[in-house]
Structure formats: structure tokens, C-alpha cells
């Protein structure tokens, strides 16, 4: 099939055929995203709490966002599309500085499109990225990045206001030149209304079934995260913690007991 582009993605909007996006952090990602035929391949910010362990988003680094966007690019060889995350402190600046960091994303770590959070008060510098002739996908409700000011993780856009405000930053999102919007953590009744008002294509994440697709972070789809911090969104179609601790736990014991290596699992010194 044709490599998807991002005016293809866009044109998926009112297709019917919903747009199905995956976190990836290295070249294995990558590759198990492009074999399941996955659309999206994000190298999230999230990489930060589930590839580095920190607590939140905002340590990530432009050049690590750059390192791991090259592995996975590596892996999904251009059969997935790839979307990179600009973090935390590499656009907020100025609209300049953002098209900076997109064009590293993209001229060093292959990106065919960057993700920035926020509405309002990042129109300029989407409109400046766009104008650099980068595609860009917006984010909105639950924005991690702002975990500090928000004062936690919680679903946005419950108050009549925040739903309004919420809805008037995609549509001038929009106009300022994005041709996807990610939506997370927020009521399925207004990202439903988001998506029937604007003309690009919503990804949802926590919120609800009505959006133009889905995207998870792969350790919460593929059951590697710990019970105890899987969102509640965030089915796991996978038990893979369970598969890897039953596996090490049988590996431990084999070599504990010498029932590994066997025979056919070793070499010699001479031709049988
Ligand atoms: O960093 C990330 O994984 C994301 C998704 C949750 C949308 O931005
Ligand atoms: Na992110």
C-alpha cells in the first residue's frame, strides 16, 4: 500500500474509516506497528514516563525526541507515518523557536509531521511551523505538559465553559493551519461535538468512541504497564507484563535447575 502522507490522513475526515495511531520509542516498535498495518506510528513525549521512568512528560529532551524518532523510523522504513512529539521546552519561546525544533524533527529525525500541545496561545507558533512547510497536528483537553499548572492529571473540558473554550481553540487551531487534532481526556460528548464541527481528522485518547480514530501509548495496549498506573481509558489488549514475568521466572528457574542449555542449544568443539 502508498506510504499515508499527511494529506491523506487528512482526507480520511468523514470516510468513515477511522485512523489508527500507536505510540512507538525505538526501531522494534516501529517495525511491530508497520507489520500490524497501523497508520500512525507517534513517538510520544510519553516516552519520558514510560521508556525513562519519570514522573512526567516534561524532562524529555528535543535531542532525545530527535534519537528516538530516528529509531523508529528506522523500523517502520516508511510504512507508517511518522508523527513526533515537540516537548516541553522547545517551543513555548516563540514561534520561531518552534520551527526550529520542528525542523530538527523532521531534517534530523525523519518526522513527517510534529505534535505541539495547546490552543490559544499557540496559534502563532503552529501557523509559523505550517508556513515552514510542516504538517502539524494539534492537542487538546488533558495536556500533560501542563502538569504543573493544571495541579494533576484530571479530565478537562467538564464545565460548559472549558467545553467552549475547547471547541473555539480546535476551530482556530484550524485556521491556523493543523490537519489532524489529538484530543485527550475529555467527555465523549464534546469530542464528539468537535469532531462533527471541524474539517480535519480527531484522534482521541481517553475520549470516547465518536472521534475519526484512536491512539494509546503501545505499554498501556500491550499490557506492559502496571496495573495499578493504566488509565481507565486505556484498554490492554494484551497481558504482556504477565507473558515477560512468566517467561523470566521460567528462564530463572531452567538455569537454576541447569535445564538450560540443553544439548541442541550448545556448540562443539568437533562435528558430531
Ligand atoms: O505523548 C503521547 O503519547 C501523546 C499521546 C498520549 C497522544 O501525546
Ligand atoms: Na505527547
Partial sequence: SQPLTAPALRARKGTGSPIVAVT???????????????????????????????????????????????????????????????????????????????????KEGGAQAVKLEGGKDYLRHVAAIVSSMIPVVGHLGLLPQRVHAMGGYRVAGRSPEEADRILREAKDLVDAGIFALVLEGIPREL????????????????????TDGQVLVIHDLLGWTPEERRPRFARRFADGRGEALRALGDYSRAVKDRRFPTEEESFHSHAP
Fill in 24 to 106: 512507538a520509542y525505538d526501531a522494534f516498535h516501529g517495525q511491530l506497528l508497520a507489520e500490524a498495518g497501523i497508520d500512525i506510528a507517534l513517538v510520544g513525549d510519553s516516552l519520558g514516563m514510560v521508556v525513562q521512568g519519570h514522573q512526567t512528560t516534561l524532562p524529555v529532551t528535543l535531542d532525545e525526541m530527535v534519537y528516538h524518532t530516528r529509531m523508529v523510523g528506522r523500523g517502520t522504513a516508511g510504512r507508517v507515518f511518522l508523527l513526533a512529539d515537540l516537548p516541553f521546552g522547545s517551543y513555548q519561546s516563540s514561534p520561531e523557536e518552534a520551527v526550529r525544533s520542528a525542523l530538527r524533527l523532521v
Fill in 191 to 210: 469530542a464528539a461535538g468537535i469532531t462533527r464541527e471541524i474539517p480535519v481528522p480527531v484522534i482521541g485518547i481517553g475520549a470516547g468512541p465518536d
